[in-house]
């Protein structure tokens, strides 16, 4: 897409990339973009992952979403030890400075690592040190939310539970629930969130995203969600959007993701303009961005064309996100400021 394109504000696309902004809902490996696949692949040749970047954009090229599963559960196989996490870690960090992303909660899965045999100890140094490297070298501040991958059972929200409790990483800030909704109910992880959130995690379910609005009460009622990861279904209970946006609970849309998953069938009938007018906070994300051919300034224009914005209204959005987020009150402060200065000098 260009700024030629119809319906788009001349210089727009400009204007976002150069955006300082913030990311709430972005997963750890499936931030892996091809260029760091092939760094993986190259330390583990017995990956059945070209390394070749040529061979490599084809692998990445998604047929279906099986394929896409495929894909992913390949790249899961290349993070084999803290080597792997720490260049992970690190690399999608140069992803998001390339973008103007100066801060992003990124979505840990402790359980897939561990699950495989890294120590989590291992674990939560590789991304504590990759963490401070992305900070001084990048100027990309990173915080983590643990999450539990839902299919993977409660032992995996024991694990998860566990693991953010007994060694609670420094740059740890929230705790969360991925995974399939449709069969994985959500009041099951009721004692997992409450112990999180008794050492003062906060809670940022996914929910609402394959499933109706019934999922997002669940996950406020019941896990005491903060923020909500998708949360596309609570259009269609006006009760539940009058609630977010009485209580400032945000939510996080993923338009692509939202249309791989086949959540909502169309852009054109996405749910981010109802979101707006009912008052709900909303903030723009990009999920598992190289895995749906996206990035978070793709997003922002995706954003930018359903709600019709100008630059001060994507400049909007940036602020909601830096609203959202769990930053401290200095650095949301010090973020909000940069987003105005931008803007300003843009005009
Ligand atoms: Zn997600």
Redesign the pocket.
């Known amino acids: 897409m260009t700024d030629t394109a119809p319906g788009r504000v001349p210089g727009l696309d400009t204007f976002i990339a150069g955006l300082p902004k913030a990311e709430l809902?972005v997963?750890h490996v499936g931030s892996a973009s091809p260029r760091i696949v092939a760094e993986l692949a190259a330390r583990h040749r017995d990956s059945r992952v070209p390394s070749d970047p040529a061979a490599l954009a084809e692998y990445f090229t998604f047929r279906d979403f099986a394929h896409f599963i495929d894909v992913y559960l390949s790249v899961v196989d290349l993070i084999r030890d803290a080597e792997d996490v720490r260049l992970l870690t690190f690399e999608v960090a140069r992803d998001m400075a390339r973008q103007n992303i100066r801060y992003a909660e990124l979505?840990v899965t402790p359980y897939s690592s561990t699950n495989r045999g890294i120590p989590d100890r291992a674990f939560v140094e590789a991304i504590e040190d990759a963490r401070k490297a992305a900070e001084s070298e990048l100027g990309v501040v990173l915080r983590w939310c643990f999450d539990i991958p839902g299919e993977a059972g409660l032992a995996s929200a024991e694990e998860t539970a566990r693991i953010a409790t007994e060694l609670r990483p420094e740059g740890l800030v929230s705790f969360g629930l991925?995974g399939p909704e449709i069969g994985v109910p959500r009041p099951q992880f009721k004692p997992y969130f409450d112990r999180a959130r008794a050492i003062g995690l906060h809670s940022v379910p996914?929910a609402g995203e394959t499933t109706g609005p019934e999922t997002v009460w669940d996950a406020i009622n019941l896990l005491g969600a903060e923020r909500i990861?998708?949360g596309t279904s609570s259009v269609q209970d006006p009760r539940l959007l009058e609630h977010l946006a009485e209580h400032r609970i945000a939510l996080e849309v993923?338009p692509t993701?939202n249309i791989a998953t086949r959540a909502v069938r169309t852009l054109e009938e996405h749910p981010l303009r109802q979101m707006v007018e009912a008052g709900v906070l909303v903030t723009i994300n990009s999920?598992?961005p190289p895995m749906f051919s996206t990035d978070l300034n793709n997003e922002y224009a995706i954003a930018a064309r359903l709600l019709d914005l100008d630059a001060a209204g994507v400049a909007g959005l940036a602020k909601n996100a830096v609203e959202a987020s769990f930053l401290d009150t200095p650095g949301k402060a010090r973020l909000t400021a940069e987003i105005d200065a931008y803007t300003a000098a843009w005009r």
Do not use: E, I, K, N
């Open positions: 809902h997963h979505t991925g996914h990861g998708h993923c993701s999920d598992d």
